[in-house]
């Protein structure tokens, strides 16, 4: 059983041809594809909301949006900046100024 | 908001109501110098500066007044039917970069005339309409739509490159040294294996990526007209800073090619739109230096490409595969440690959990319970082949996504990814459920979360 399904028939068709019908009584939803990148900026709001329902909005973001699907900037930010919602750690965000720290020290005269 | 961020490509067709064919396309193409050809279009990919993925319409229409000296009117009055309308485009540039390098000549003449510089702006338009080898149909199925759609949307410039280089460097410097990755059975020293190859750390590699990519966006900020001799990366362009200049020069031939090399690797990935050569080596060896052919390449050669450069220090097939398999150890632990970092809420987060009887019989290869929430995460560090990604053909890319993420077909009876999560639930929800490391009577939701380190699943209908 897989309630609330999104359409299309990608890995997901292949999800649920792999899983069949489980006769369960949890709610399975359908394949979230996702990448790495979205992960990360996902977690920096789990400080306002749970990461179920990130993804599930995200998802949902993905499902309507017919071209670039699934920004972020798109679906997930807007709901979350309504609330006032400030995103919390952002561990890449920090290696990056470290990067342009180590770049400047390459050069001689620095 | 989906029309805006792909953009609407200007080309021949809508200008001059007719289509353009490949070899009109050539013939431009074969009549100029090749040095003047290149040197022009990377000014154009500067001007436009094609690394950068916000849409400028204003630099748009300077390039139309400069490109069409003959021709403004006409183009100008297409593009104003489309406010988010490309006339140039990186997409275009590659495209017609790679025209140059396949058909021109040292012995073209120069370009001297209005009509030369018109003729140069109605090649680019050609290669708007030339390039694009999918017309979608009402038939078509999701995967046909996500191959016709693929090589032109990978094209578009990202805004997260320096994501990327800062994840590998992680990946390298924090993620190595871990022990449950260095004692998997495929440890390869990847740092001191770098090093030892290249003769610089990963992460002075990094940085001589990060000084590459300074000189493109430096000519992009000047106002004045760039010289000629200013485009090109001078042999002595590294020489103020601490790097080795063997390594350097090293690293430079390993990025970069002659005309003659790019041409013939064309001719093996001979798709038009393909432009993995120059991906490959972005970096064009000229009498006076290296002329980068595309600073998003470069770009990428610490971030996502980077699994290439490591590869290519491997030339047996075994070891290769070794690092295949590793780097999704990597990966895999990589996610975890970005969880242990930044999840802030209030759930659990369990790295390879199993379903207790077994430590081998795992469930996914990480789990987060969340109130009445489970979350199944499966990391993928495969990537999906160009002759897939390129070929406008939904069934050989639906079949690399399946052997990719769902199953290997020579190997039935391992499961990978979405394989993997199915058979997990299934399970689940039918057995197995005491001795799992958490309260499944508790659960209510059950989310599926394939993560994978190819972007291709952020392309238009590969997720669906």
């Known amino acids: ?110 | 908001m989906t029309a805006e961020r792909f953009g609407v490509f200007i080309g021949f067709s809508d200008v001059f109501g007719r289509n353009p064919t490949s070899e009109e396309l050539a013939e431009v193409v074969t009549t100029f110098l090749r040095s003047q050809l290149l040197l022009g279009t990377t000014k154009v990919a500067l001007k436009l500066k094609s690394w950068f993925s916000d849409f400028e319409p204003s630099t748009q229409d300077e390039l139309i007044e400069g490109l069409f000296p003959l021709s403004a009117t006409q183009v100008k009055s297409v593009r104003q039917r489309y406010p988010v309308g490309l006339v140039f485009s990186r997409l275009g540039l590659l495209y017609f970069i790679r025209q140059i390098i396949q058909f021109s000549s040292e012995f073209g003449r120069d370009i001297s005339s209005p009509a030369d510089l018109d003729r140069i702006g109605c090649a680019l338009l050609m290669c708007n309409d030339l390039y694009l080898g999918y017309d979608p149909g009402p038939d078509d199925d999701v995967l046909q739509r996500a191959a016709g759609f693929l090589p032109a949307s990978e094209s578009l410039p990202s805004s997260g490159c320096m994501d990327e280089v800062a994840r590998t460097l992680i990946m390298i410097r924090t993620i190595l040294p871990r022990p449950e990755v260095r004692l998997d059975a495929d440890y390869l020293d990847l740092a001191a294996d770098f090093e030892g190859k290249y003769g610089l750390t990963p992460t002075q590699f990094a940085n001589l990526i990060c000084g590459l990519i300074v000189h493109p966006i430096n000519l992009a900020d000047r106002n004045d007209v760039v010289p000629n001799s200013d485009v090109l990366i001078k042999p002595d362009y590294f020489s103020r800073t601490h790097l080795d200049a063997a390594a350097v020069e090293k690293v430079m031939g390993e990025l970069s090619s002659d005309v003659e090399e790019l041409r013939s690797e064309m001719t093996i990935f001979d798709r038009s739109i393909d432009f993995t050569p120059i991906q490959k080596r972005p970096l064009l060896r000229m009498r006076g230096g290296h002329l980068c052919l595309d600073p998003t390449y470069i770009f990428e050669k610490a971030g996502k490409a980077f699994f290439w450069v490591l590869r290519a220090m491997y030339s047996d097939d075994k070891t290769a595969e070794r690092l295949l398999r590793f780097w999704g150890k990597v990966f895999e632990s990589y996610h975890d440690w970005i969880w242990e970092q930044e999840y802030q809420g209030s759930g659990q987060y369990l790295p390879s959990p199993s379903f207790g009887v077994n430590e081998s019989d795992e469930i996914a290869d990480a789990a987060l319970v969340e109130e009445d929430a489970l979350v199944l995460f499966e990391c993928k560090a495969s990537i999906i082949t160009s002759a897939a990604k390129y070929s406008f053909n939904g069934t050989l890319l639906g079949r690399d996504l399946y052997k990719k993420f769902v199953q290997d077909p020579k190997e039935k009876s391992r499961l990978k990814g979405v394989g993997q999560l199915a058979r997990s639930i299934r399970r689940l929800c039918a057995e197995d459920r005491r001795h799992v490391p958490f309260n499944m009577q508790r659960i209510e939701h059950i989310y599926s979360v394939l993560v994978t380190l190819d972007p291709i699943v952020q392309e238009p209908f590969i997720r669906q």
């Not at chain 1, 965000?93 to 720290?101: A, N, T």
């Open chain 1, 1 to 110: 059983m897989f309630k609330n399904r999104l359409s299309g028939n990608n890995l997901n068709e292949q999800f649920r041809t792999q899983c069949g019908d489980c006769n369960a009584s949890e709610t399975i939803t359908p394949l979230f594809a996702v990448h790495i990148s979205d992960i990360e900026r996902l977690l920096r709001y789990t400080n306002a909301r749970p990461f179920a329902q990130l993804i599930r909005d995200f998802a949902r973001g993905n499902a309507d949006a017919k071209y670039r699907a699934g920004a972020i900037a798109d679906y997930v930010l807007p709901l979350l900046k309504r609330k006032e919602v400030k995103a919390g750690r952002d561990t890449i965000g920090q290696h990056i100024e470290g990067i342009f720290k180590e770049f400047a020290l390459i050069f001689k005269d620095q």
